[in-house]
């Protein structure tokens, strides 16, 4: 899993914490876990505070940027776009 995490549902917590910009008590009793939705904010800033520099000073890169996603990265693109923001990042 690209997160790290070795099992399913710790990929499916952490997906669901760092793409949803808003918290949703609905959403996150809706499967009973210790998720907890809208952590955009902060995944957003530890991209562009973190990684993307870390990419910038470690391998060969531009300016030229790209952003998208589907399902919850496509929530995370859009609110990403809602934002104006400078910097633009591939995923998935």
């Keep these: 899993m690209g997160?790290?995490?070795t099992d399913l549902?710790?990929?499916y917590n952490n997906r669901h914490s760092d793409y949803t910009p808003s918290y949703s008590k609905e959403w996150d009793l809706k499967d009973k876990t210790a998720t907890k939705s809208g952590g955009a904010s902060?995944?957003?800033a530890v991209l562009k505070n973190e990684i993307i520099p870390f990419v910038d000073a470690h391998y060969k890169s531009n300016d030229?940027?790209?952003l998208a996603g589907?399902?919850?990265g496509g929530l995370f693109t859009a609110?990403?776009?809602s934002k104006n923001l400078n910097y633009l990042i591939?995923?998935?």
């Design 3 to 5: 997160s790290g995490e």
């Design 9 to 11: 549902r710790s990929w």
């Design 42 to 44: 902060k995944f957003l």
């Design 64 to 66: 030229n940027r790209g």
């Design 70 to 72: 589907f399902s919850l």
């Design 79 to 81: 609110y990403c776009l």
């Design 90 to 92: 591939a995923m998935e």
